[in-house]
């Protein structure tokens, strides 16, 4: 006995400390908009609370965390109590969990075929209820404990998406639910902004949304980049129900309220895990952050009949992406030199699985970065993976910081070669000065030139390149044109049969493009854009290389700085050098002459193309318009000649119609690529 109680008093001081702990995120997060750990970390606390509380129920007490969903009002806003409860939803974290939420709607409903569903981007950001009156915009209320929120009419009338009016026929009572959010971009810029003021910045978009819209002062909300998209109905008097959930969120877009356009039917399980496949491969090119997706049955007469269980409906389901975030320590911080000389901090981490991958390593960015963070080597620190992008360090949990924990130092010579390393003025990139003599750097140019949009030499790959210059074989790429056929085939992992097939990958690459060669120069900030540009402009490479500042900035979309790198490049000997081997060696382009006139349809016209195109990506697309004699741009200005706006176009589209820029969309590009005509 006298044990049990010893492990029971043990229990309840980790429940006690489980508790304290929660409720110090819960201040952090709802309170202060200032969340100190990532959402993963939160809910695994409160899953041991659940859990621990589920083996001894005489333990729960009404104040426990788990006694209540969100929070309570904080005081300076005015209580608003909604006329229907604002529910949440219930989650699902696999295909498998998806499958039991369909089958027991199956169940439910006792149907034998497929559900049909309405599939929408789980928006994150805050649920608002917005309530009109007889058309009328008349109060806004977060969703707070789900019973009451608060009152932010003010802040959600600074919405600039937001109708003071609904259109057309109003009913007497309509409150819509929705959600508020920022979207990236304007994230972005706000924290850009605050940086700049050296002020906080927001941790993420949510947290940007929260903080925004639970201002006290609407003057500082209106100044806040802020979105909403309405996803369903509270209350209502006087609405002419529909049938189905989909024609709702019709009526809501007939009433001018936004809707997201990424909202499809889907036909049962299949379908919404199709959907949740599909959203995901695109969530990193939306304009907002999504964490998941929800699934709704259709039919608001099943709905109806499925009804709720405690806080959930059972007619709906959140289905999560895996967390893009997680908690791990910082074991050590390692410097890589780049292309162009770039020291890069790199993480070394104890392995963590975050962004639906293992993670043991992540960029820093630079030092100016290492030192806004204050990240030092055995803190315990945020790692994000969002998409495709390289892990980073987001931030660093300071209360978890041990005392041993030590700062990182930016090396004073080259980790690689031992040439000193410079930061050039307010530079936040440190360099390495060794230029060729450094083995990274040469590497890394050589990596560069053979990359696929640069020459694109099939197999000289990562490791070749590594053993090219270990062995003294490649020190420029102007050697990879003598390689012997013995030399390579006495490589490890090659042979005759892989040595032959890399040299007529090497024989290939002397046809190229101007534009191709220039980007393969690996000239600093000059990218594939400012390459095709510059080529475009200039027709021949003996025009560019004798061109001096003026000049080169005449080219579009190229200003002081690059015009700088362009010049100081070809100023210097090494470079010429190779230039002069390369061409010596029979690397070569079609003259401009043999591209123009009807080959050329588009020679004149700048287009700048932005948002995600469907059928094909931006980069071929930009490819294919300059393939006919077009320039692509990056940036919307009174010499563009269109603009093209894919899906969630932002800005740019905007800036265009400020400026009177002709707007196409994705099938006039279409039509341009296959007439090969410039639009009608
Ligand atoms: S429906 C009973 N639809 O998710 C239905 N919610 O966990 C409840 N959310 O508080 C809401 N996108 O803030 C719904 N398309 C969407 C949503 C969505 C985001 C949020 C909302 C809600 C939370 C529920």
New binding site residues.
């Given amino acids: 006995m006298a044990t049990a109680t010893a492990a029971e008093a043990e229990l309840q001081q980790r429940l006690a400390q489980l508790r304290r702990e929660i409720e110090q995120h819960n201040y952090r997060y709802y309170i202060l908009d200032e969340p100190q750990v990532p959402d993963a970390e939160y809910d695994r606390l409160m899953q041991a609370l659940r859990e621990l509380e589920a083996a001894h129920p005489e333990w729960v007490t009404s104040d426990s965390p788990t006694q209540r969903v969100g929070t309570a009002p904080a005081d300076e806003f005015a209580e608003v109590r909604h006329r229907v409860p604002?529910?949440?939803?219930d989650n699902a974290f696999s295909a498998d969990d998806v499958q039991g939420f369909d089958r027991r709607v199956r169940e439910r409903l006792g149907r034998e075929g497929p559900v049909r569903y309405s599939a929408?981007?789980?928006?994150d950001g805050?649920?608002v209820s917005v309530i009109f009156e007889h058309g009328l915009f008349v109060r806004a209320a977060t969703?707070g404990d789900g019973t009451s929120g608060e009152d932010v009419t003010a802040n959600v009338r600074t919405i600039r998406s937001m109708p003071l009016r609904l259109r057309g026929a109003a009913p007497a009572l309509l409150e819509a639910?929705g959600?508020v959010f920022m979207p990236v971009a304007g994230f972005e810029r706000l924290n850009a902004e605050a940086a700049a003021r050296g002020e906080k910045v927001f941790v993420n978009p949510r947290n940007a949304a929260a903080g925004s819209l639970r201002q006290l002062d609407p003057e500082v909300t209106a100044g806040r980049p802020l979105d909403i998209f309405f996803?369903?109905l509270g209350a209502q008097e006087g609405v002419d129900l529909p049938a189905r959930h989909s024609e709702v969120l019709a009526l809501l877009a007939q009433w001018g309220l936004r809707v997201c356009p990424q909202i499809r039917l889907v036909e049962g399980v299949e379908g919404c895990l199709e959907y949740y496949r599909e959203i995901g491969a695109r969530r990193a090119s939306l304009a907002y952050q999504i964490d998941g997706v929800?699934y709704k049955v259709d039919e608001l007469a099943a709905q109806t009949s499925l009804g709720f269980v405690a806080r959930a409906?059972r007619w709906?389901v959140?289905h999560k992406f895996a967390a893009e975030e997680a908690l791990t320590r910082l074991r050590d911080v390692e410097f890589q030199v780049g292309r162009t000389g770039a020291l890069t901090p790199v993480a070394r981490l104890e392995p963590v699985f975050v962004g639906g991958v293992t993670v043991s390593n992540a960029t820093l960015h630079n030092m100016d970065e290492v030192q806004r963070k204050d990240v030092r080597i055995g803190d315990t620190v945020v790692v994000r993976r969002a998409g495709d992008v390289i892990p980073e360090v987001a931030r660093v949990i300071l209360e978890r910081r041990p005392p041993e924990a030590r700062s990182i130092v930016l090396p004073a010579v080259c980790p690689v070669c031992a040439s000193v390393v410079q930061r050039e003025g307010d530079e936040a990139v440190a360099r390495c000065t060794g230029g060729y003599r450094c083995s990274a750097q040469r590497k890394e140019r050589l990596r560069h030139f053979a990359a696929r949009r640069a020459l694109d030499i099939e197999g000289l790959g990562e490791k070749l390149v590594d053993q090219l210059v270990d062995a003294g074989l490649a020190q420029s790429p102007a050697d990879v044109f003598s390689l012997s056929r013995q030399s390579l085939a006495n490589l490890d992992r090659m042979g005759e049969k892989s040595a032959d097939k890399v040299l007529r990958a090497i024989e290939r690459a002397k046809h190229t493009t101007f534009a191709r060669f220039l980007f393969a120069l690996g000239i600093r900030d000059v990218g594939e854009a400012t390459a095709a540009n510059l080529a475009a402009h200039f027709g021949s490479l003996d025009t560019l290389m004798q061109a001096d500042l003026q000049r080169v900035q005449q080219a579009p979309d190229v200003g002081p700085v690059i015009a700088a790198r362009v010049v100081e490049f070809f100023a210097d000997s090494a470079n010429r050098d190779v230039v002069k081997r390369l061409q010596a060696a029979g690397v070569t382009w079609p003259a401009p002459t043999e591209v123009l006139a009807e080959q050329a349809p588009l020679s004149g016209l700048t287009f700048v193309l932005t948002g995600t195109l469907e059928s094909l990506s931006r980069e071929a697309a930009e490819d294919a318009l300059r393939a006919l004699g077009a320039k692509a741009s990056g940036s919307v200005s009174s010499k563009t000649s269109y603009l093209v706006a894919g899906r969630d176009a932002g800005s740019k589209l905007r800036k265009a119609s400020e400026l009177g820029v002709p707007i196409l969309d994705e099938s006039a590009l279409r039509q341009i690529l296959e007439t090969k005509r410039p639009p009608t």
């Avoid at 604002?86 to 939803?89: A, P």
């Avoid at 929408?120 to 928006?123: D, M, N, Q, Y």
């Fill in positions: 604002m529910l949440s939803l929408e981007p789980k928006l805050l649920a969703r639910r959600e996803y369903g929800v409906p709906a959140a």
